[in-house]
């Protein structure tokens, strides 16, 4: 197992602070588990208070052995009640709390800790910090994409005509966890739960659902009406797998184009469009744009090469984001997507999806999880891009 | 595909307008999409709100063809903003939102659609519904039954020597999907997320995690430090498969013990105590006593069986429950456990786990998903209950 370095947990607190000075908040609790791990190194039940001043405190329900042994903090406080916490914070006057995912009567219990002080978000803080990664988060994402692309190397072996989008998202699934894959996709959403097996073919691909993406799949049933569905694959029909790899918490999301036989039209052309477009929204984000910019050039550009109905969905299906960031959860920032007013910077990672859908017919479209390095960027997920015909 | 009939939400509503005109609310929203589904029959991008009198509405940002289809409600309203939902709502008093499960921000953003309102709680009213299960709910948790069984008979065939628990987990997790399972379990929780692939061999089961239960396991990474670890399985060791299954939103939790070659001692005298334990305490359910009282008396058999050192953990890692409801959520009450003063009724379904740890050894347990009925019980996990030793 790999721990998070001291050093990585030093820096990031240390950012944090600087962000929590600006924000004037002289303590915060990280409660959510996400968040709690990037600043502590451990998932254990726990939660964690960082003051603006003096050591972090790690209070830990359970398991405090493990705990210790995955977090350099040296602060670990058995948690037996709630009084009992209270000691150990002082009297901040204005706290931060993770308010975007937090539920309500949990913010309202777990706030009679600090009765006086200022409730604060905290989260646009550490949503802040999350988006620029590490060269230690950088390199679990390309474990994570490794992962990924022996999965995709792997479907031709086992593809086959007449098999159920299903069976082939559990066989792939069996595979990546085979591999190291966590199974578990985290998103920070009310709405959508992340899952590793998006399979659609053919029209299932020009099915829209509940989550916010161009192609939402048929899904298993009323209860769970997203992604691969008991629906047979055939033969001349475009399947797109979008594989999401976790490893040590840190996903990658890719996308790639299959068919049994041979990809009809209109999809093998679109596809080279989305190609396009995926390449040359990645170059003009070199020159500093902002996101809000990219998303527009993209929506021109697939104008230009013929597809400006079938864009990132069609009428009034149409999602307004071509990029995703991807790192502990697939709701990262940076979004490229309508009024993002801020460029790509250093050492984001997010995961970049021109896709297009025909009414009816089904759907296309590339996707690959990239890092953005000075004057540079550098596709993580580095599958190879032909579309790939099984027989 | 299986659609919610008519008939049910009808009723269901009829029974939370009960329940809310004694609790004073003349309104209740449902954002949280397990209970919306659960009183709309759609799992779409949308929310309910179920006024106290008048027709129930759904709002739907997306999809509304699919959610026209799936839900027997009369009145879906796609949502264009959230100004012209006050619209339809009137002038209600005293309003009840998921106040347990909706995160504080959406809570403080979306109560402005009724800003001169109370704000209550619908939490408790729901859950108190939803465990009162309908016969055709119960048709739901038999044909999940039906595919554990089938997932729990496979084990024989696929469970060798040297492989690891996570390779293990996910061929069965294929395999379910490939008979209907749908892949991702649900729980009303901040720290637990729900996975099928619970299997623990060896010494792993000692391990205790975040998770409230007697064994964590090793899991995958500091990240994801629960469940099916890379840990190779072994000949003699205890080899615990706790796998849980979904159809069409509603689950069934199991537990069955394997061995290769052999069962060691002590974990054969032990899972044959938890067997006696778990059907005791069913069988005392029968004469109406508590929920609490039950526990308590599981704790005394386990004494005087001799694994009171043992039973739901071992020293400060024991936990207090016996059994948990199961439904759409693995969480869902009546919890068989400290501090619950009712009895079990006609119509709750829940999950009874009687488990065993031995500190550096391992685990060993049953656990069973049964329905409560006319002065009898009926468990729905029907697989066989001898321990599987594999050659």
Redesign the interface.
């Known amino acids: 197992?790999?721990?998070?370095p001291k050093e990585e947990i030093v820096k990031r607190t240390e950012r944090l602070r600087e962000l929590m000075e600006k924000a004037s908040m002289d303590g915060a609790f990280f409660?959510?588990?996400i968040d709690y791990?990037y600043l502590s190194?451990?998932?254990?039940?726990a939660f964690l208070y960082v003051p603006l001043e003096g050591e972090p405190k790690l209070f830990v329900r359970?398991?405090m052995r493990?705990a210790r042994r995955?977090s350099p903090l040296s602060e670990l406080i058995p948690i037996r009640s709630l009084e009992t916490v209270k000691d150990h914070i002082g009297k901040p006057q204005r706290v931060g709390?993770q308010?975007?995912?937090?539920?309500?009567?949990?913010?309202?219990r777990f706030r009679k800790l600090f009765a006086d002080a200022e409730l604060a978000?905290v989260s646009p803080l550490i949503n802040d910090l999350r988006k620029i990664k590490s060269p230690f988060e950088v390199s679990l994402m390309e474990k994570a994409a490794a992962i990924a692309k022996k999965v995709y190397e792997k479907i031709p072996e086992v593809l086959q005509e007449g098999m159920?989008e299903?069976?082939l998202?559990?066989?792939l699934?069996?595979?990546?966890?085979?591999l190291?894959h966590?199974?578990?996709l985290?998103v920070r959403s009310?709405?959508f739960?992340a899952?590793s097996?998006h399979i659609l073919s053919g029209k299932a691909g020009s099915i829209?659902?509940?989550?916010?993406s161009p192609m939402?799949g048929l899904g298993?049933?009323?209860?769970?009406?997203v992604g691969a569905s008991?629906k047979k694959i055939r033969r001349g029909e475009p399947i797109m797998i979008d594989f999401g790899a976790?490893?040590?918490?840190?996903q990658v999301d890719e996308t790639r184009m299959f068919a049994i036989g041979y990809m009809p039209e209109p999809f093998a052309g679109a596809y080279e469009a989305c190609r396009e477009i995926h390449y040359r929204v990645l170059d003009k984000a070199l020159e500093g744009v902002t996101c809000s910019e990219l998303f527009n050039y993209s929506v021109e550009l697939a104008h230009k090469l013929g597809y400006g109905d079938n864009y990132l969905g069609y009428s009034h299906?149409k999602v307004n984001f071509i990029a995703h960031g991807v790192g502990?959860e697939l709701s990262d920032p940076p979004f490229i997507a309508v009024n993002q007013n801020y460029p790509l910077e250093e050492g984001m990672t997010f995961a970049i999806e021109p896709k297009m859908v025909f009414p009816r017919q089904g759907a296309c479209g590339i996707e690959n999880t990239v890092l953005m390095e000075k004057d540079s960027y550098r596709v993580l997920t580095n599958m190879d891009e032909k579309i790939i015909i099984v027989d």
Chains 1, 2 share one sequence.
Request: aromatic share 16%; charged share 25%; with cysteine.
């Open positions: 197992m790999i721990y998070t409660n959510y588990k791990f190194g451990t998932m254990q039940d359970r398991e493990r995955e709390m308010l975007d995912v937090l539920p309500y009567n949990f913010v309202m978000d159920r299903i069976e998202g559990g066989i699934e069996s595979y990546a966890k085979s190291g966590e199974g578990l985290r009310l709405v739960e899952y097996w829209v659902s509940q989550i916010n939402g298993m049933s009323p209860a769970f009406p008991r976790c490893y040590h918490g840190y299906h502990m």
